[in-house]
């Protein structure tokens, strides 16, 4: 076998570390409260759910959207249903069911952080695996602390991970502002192709400086919004904001070719959530 230079020793150590990241075993916890990304950025851990305590999820950490909310949507999301939302094995686990409740045809959960924790800036990272099937429509998103004040999209929204189940190898990332946001068809985004979504964990990630969000899946990186300096209606993200994750059933995008009953029950799995903040 060649020997390996100093610098391709190097790259293989950092190859093998990146892989690493991506498929450590579900229910790891952190063996440090720092890491370093691609472009060497290092990060201090700030928040974290490792979801070690088997039952509802941690009640300090999380509230729940109640009720059927936005886009159409066909559920309802219940709040501390086991049905829908429990921890086992080191997991988070939202389960959309089709049954009759409140009125609904299907039940599923939405968590959020609302006030129970919010960042501005920093790299939010969630590894999961995704259900599957025609109309589902699973999502790892931000809002602004502000939207009862201010309303949507003036608050701003981050979508860390949005997927749709009648194209399931496609992971989308978009953002939605005052100037840019799909009412007005002018949001900005972008897709990419990752393999197995719905039976292998992956990492969906974004780091929010300053200037620009970068947005990533197993530290590919496949889409920036930069700051443009114009103001907050393109800008609003030097702002507070909370984290949701959520498993809507139908909607105006999620149930554009329909729902298929036959898929249920579904299970958005999350293995983790990290926070961190840049260390200068």
């Known amino acids: ?38 472009h060497g950025q290092v990060w201090r851990l700030i928040w974290a759910d490792e979801f070690a305590s088997p039952g509802l999820p941690s009640s300090e950490k999380w509230d729940y959207e109640v009720g059927a909310i936005r886009n159409k949507e066909q559920q309802y999301y219940t709040r501390a249903r086991r049905q829908n939302v429990q921890v086992a094995n080191g997991l988070l686990i939202i389960e959309s069911r089709k049954e ?9 959960a939405s968590l ?3 006030g129970k924790a919010s960042w501005t800036y920093g790299r939010i990272e969630v590894r999961a695996k995704l259900p599957t099937g025609r109309g589902l ?25 949005e997927h749709v189940g009648f194209d399931p190898y ?45 947005f990533f899946v197993d530290d590919t990186k496949y889409f920036s919004f930069t700051n443009e300096g114009t103001g907050w209606e393109v800008w609003p993200f030097d702002k507070p904001h909370y984290l949701l994750i959520n498993t809507a059933i139908g909607g105006s995008w999620g149930g554009l070719y329909g729902i298929d ?6 299970s958005l799995s999350i293995d983790y959530v990290r926070v961190y903040e840049a260390v200068p």
């Open 1 to 38: 076998m060649q020997r390996l230079t100093a610098l391709g020793f190097f790259i293989f150590l950092s190859c093998v570390w990146v892989g690493w990241r991506a498929a450590e075993p579900a229910g790891s916890t952190p063996t440090s409260d720092r890491i370093t990304t691609g």
């Open 112 to 114: 959020m952080t609302k």
């Open 170 to 214: 496609t992971i989308h990332a978009h953002i939605h502002t005052q100037a840019y946001n799909h009412v007005l068809r002018t949001h900005k985004g972008a897709s990419i192709t990752v393999p197995a979504p719905s039976t292998t964990f992956h990492l969906y990630a974004i780091e929010w400086f300053k200037d620009r969000i970068d």
């Open 100 to 108: 009759a409740y409140q009125g609904y045809q299907y039940t599923s």
């Open 137 to 161: 429509w699973p999502a790892i998103w931000l809002l602004g602390v502000n939207i009862d004040e201010i309303g949507w999209p003036a608050c701003g929204e981050i979508d860390i991970m």
């Open 261 to 266: 009953d036959a898929v249920f029950p579904q």
